[in-house]
């Protein structure tokens, strides 16, 4: 095992996979649905995630393993096999959400960096998208992935970047008079757009993936879940402050995808626009070209597990995590087969799918996991607080699931057609060869 790491660096992975691309494209739709509240989203669903966390937390002190990942857990706390492997697939296509979106994103804002929207007629965002895809599944495949200090150099710029533009907007809408509290704006908005925001959360639970290269891990990823979660959600509530209260309702809704970018715009003009704009393109271009090879392991030992293929060494359990590349032997070969499928996959869905389907998607499979984990804790419980915490934790992501999937039968029926049968292949693509 190569060099452990510890509680700073703990958190700044966390971080970094919370902020690694998915607030850049998912504030907008937030926004969309929630206005000035959606800063409430936010709290409600970081709160849910810190249960989740609480939950995973549980499981590790629980766990007679003691780098066991939360896949294994599911299988070790209820002794249901079929079940761990569903929460491994689910995993792995909600990380294939997460790519779709993170290109998505990418697209969007390197084409307002250039004023182009279109080629040759043709919208040149889904082209984009895909041709990042491309790339990163190509430097993925030869082993380009990003070393660890430029990882923590970019992590550090674009949370530094999103704080001075958050503070900078708060002071500035103060002394305009545009601030509101938005709490008039409190109904079915705020939960549906809490449940769509989930996704944004995604990133800190592959701390718990990666426990052997984590110095006293039970004791690190704790403090370092608790504290990842609570910074990533104040942050996020200053941005959707900002947001919703220099923009307006119509602005949002028809720059969705860039809405960040022009929130910067009313304090630091055109410069600040672009320096979101070029610390969103750098952001998610990292946070891509990491998922891509970690959520190629994982869907590699997923599909062997299924298929009662024998593992030895370091196959037994995934090996890296979103923006933390450190752990995995350099010499470690890529999973190509995996790495070409699941970026087709990942290319696919973000050329056809429309932000809210990308989001809505991969919303869904964190707020599921993240549920069966924390009832998983439940059935550990041993005091008040191992009790309520992960059935907040359960209840809260059922209610969350309802609520997304009422907002998109309520709004956008053909979407939640899509994502409907986008989940219902994935697990049939799972199940039936099991069978």
């Known amino acids: 095992m190569g060099e452990t790491i510890g509680f700073s660096e703990s958190v700044s992975l966390a971080v970094g996979g919370m902020v690694g691309g998915g607030i850049f494209a998912v504030l907008g739709v937030v926004a969309a649905n929630a206005r000035t509240a959606a800063w409430l989203a ?185 504290v990842s979660i609570v910074f990533t959600t104040l942050l996020y509530v200053l941005v959707a402050v900002v947001t919703t209260n220099l923009l307006s309702a119509e602005t949002i809704a028809a720059h969705a995808e860039t809405a960040l970018a022009y929130a910067a715009r009313p304090v630091f003009h055109e410069v600040g626009f672009a320096l979101i704009a070029v610390a969103a393109v750098l952001s998610t271009a990292s946070a891509l070209n990491a998922t891509l090879f970690s959520a190629a392991r994982l869907s590699q030992q997923v599909a062997d597990a299924a298929h009662n293929v024998p593992k030895t060494g370091d196959d037994e359990r995934v090996a890296a995590s979103v923006g933390h590349q450190r752990s995995a032997d350099p010499g470690t070969e890529s999973p190509v087969r995996a790495l070409l499928v699941l970026g087709t996959l990942t290319a696919v869905l973000t050329v056809y799918g429309s932000l809210q389907s990308i989001t809505s998607f991969a919303s869904g499979a964190f707020i599921s996991i993240f549920g069966v984990i924390s009832a998983v804790a439940y059935t550990r419980r041993d005091s008040l607080v191992s009790a309520v915490v992960p059935a907040v934790g359960a209840l809260g992501a059922a209610v969350a699931l309802i609520a997304l999937f009422w907002h998109l039968h309520r709004t956008d029926p053909d979407v939640l057609a899509t994502v409907a049968t986008i989940w219902a292949v994935v697990l049939a693509v799972y199940w039936l060869p099991r069978r």
């Open 42 to 226: 936010f709290v409600a669903s970081g709160a849910l995630a810190l249960c989740a966390g609480y939950s995973f937390v549980r499981l590790i002190a629980e766990s007679d393993d003691a780098v066991a990942s939360p896949v294994d857990h599911v299988a070790e706390f209820t002794g249901k096999r079929w079940l761990a492997g569903v929460i491994g697939w689910v995993f792995t296509f909600g990380y294939v959400g997460t790519m779709a979106m993170y290109a998505y994103a990418f697209g969007s804002y390197a084409l307002q960096l250039v004023g182009v929207e279109t080629v040759l007629g043709i919208p040149a965002r889904p082209l984009v998208s895909a041709l990042g895809v491309v790339a990163f599944v190509g430097l993925n495949v030869v082993g380009a992935r990003a070393s660890g200090r430029a990882e923590d150099a970019l992590v550090a710029t674009k949370v530094a970047i999103l704080l001075v533009v958050g503070v900078a907007g708060v002071y500035y809408g103060y002394t305009q008079g545009t601030l509101r509290s938005g709490l008039h704006h409190v109904g079915g908005g705020v939960v549906s757009a809490a449940a769509l925001s989930f996704v944004a959360f995604e990133g800190w639970e592959l701390l718990t993936f990666d426990l052997d290269s984590i110095e006293d891990p039970e004791a690190t990823v704790r403090k370092a879940i608790y």
